[in-house]
């Protein structure tokens, strides 16, 4: 039987190309546009985490593009503040 994965945290974004998506070989080709998330599954090492789809991505009471999105906004807004002080 197939065990459930469950959704540890998101560590990368891409925007697919129309090309295959690294991990998806032999497995339809995502349109060009569409936006992944690279999931790390909880019990299992960083080696095997996979690109997904937002709707693909099991949240549960969890938000994790919410919470991975707002990461990403307060890192570039971080940066951004640096830049100005070093000018």
Known sequence: PDTPMFACR???KMVADGS???G???QEVHKAGTVLYKVLWQGFPPEVA???EEDDIPCGEVDYVGDYEAALAAEDA???DHDQQQQ
Request: cysteine-free.
């Open 50 to 52: 996979t690109w997904e």
């Open 10 to 12: 998101l560590i990368g």
């Open 20 to 22: 295959v998506v690294p």
């Open 78 to 80: 971080e940066d951004e």
């Open 24 to 26: 998806h070989e032999g």
